[in-house]
DNA sequence: GCCAACGTTGGC
DNA sequence: GCCAACGTTGGC
């Protein structure tokens, strides 16, 4: 069992939208990173937990968690003319690129910001708080896993 | 195989 | 909106 870290704009799709969806599960498209593939495609497992990030917006920071319920398949999305994420490179029989299917499981109390993140000594390894990182997923070490969890509950000041 | 140009990410 | 940092592309 592993954890994971999952960005996502909250204006495209936020925790808000996978709350939402039918039985609360739906597929993580539109990764178009080699790293990230990898990842997605090699080691994410069912039964793997993952915070969903909201990156991009106002206050950035960890909004919920999600649990992994598929492995790695191929992207459909890259086949398709109509969507943002089409990709005449990735071909049916070898296909480029994959997702995951993941299920909504609650939101945090309080988003915690990326301020409080890069603040917690215990992160200071994270690639999340690293200078110039731009993983859209990432693993999360049990040990931080935990102490973000207990930083749900403080008030923010530390 | 190098690397400059380009496009994207994402914090601020 | 700006722009630093990074990944990808493609000419050579």
């Known amino acids: 069992m592993a954890y994971w870290l999952m960005k996502s704009e909250p204006d495209v799709y936020g ?20 790293q990230v593939r990898n990842m997605m495609r090699d080691r994410m497992q069912p039964g793997d937990l993952a915070f969903f990030y909201h990156s991009n ?22 086949w398709d003319p109509e969507s943002n994420y089409y990709d005449p490179k990735s071909d049916p029989d070898n296909p480029r690129w994959y997702m995951v299917d993941v299920r909504f499981q609650r939101r945090l109390e309080r ?20 200078k110039g990182n731009r993983l859209s997923v990432m693993p999360v070490r049990e040990a931080e896993w935990t102490a973000i969890l ?8 530390g």
């Open 57 to 78: 917006t106002k206050v950035p920071g960890i909004a919920g968690i999600m649990e992994i319920v598929s492995t790695g398949y191929p992207d459909h999305t890259a």
């Open 15 to 34: 925790i808000d939208d996978l709350a939402a969806e039918p039985d609360q599960t739906d597929h993580w498209d539109g990764v178009r990173n080699y």
């Open 111 to 130: 988003l915690i910001p990326l301020s409080e993140l890069k603040a917690e000594p215990a992160l200071s390894e994270m690639a999340l708080v690293k």
């Open 150 to 157: 207990e930083m749900e509950h403080a008030d923010g000041r």
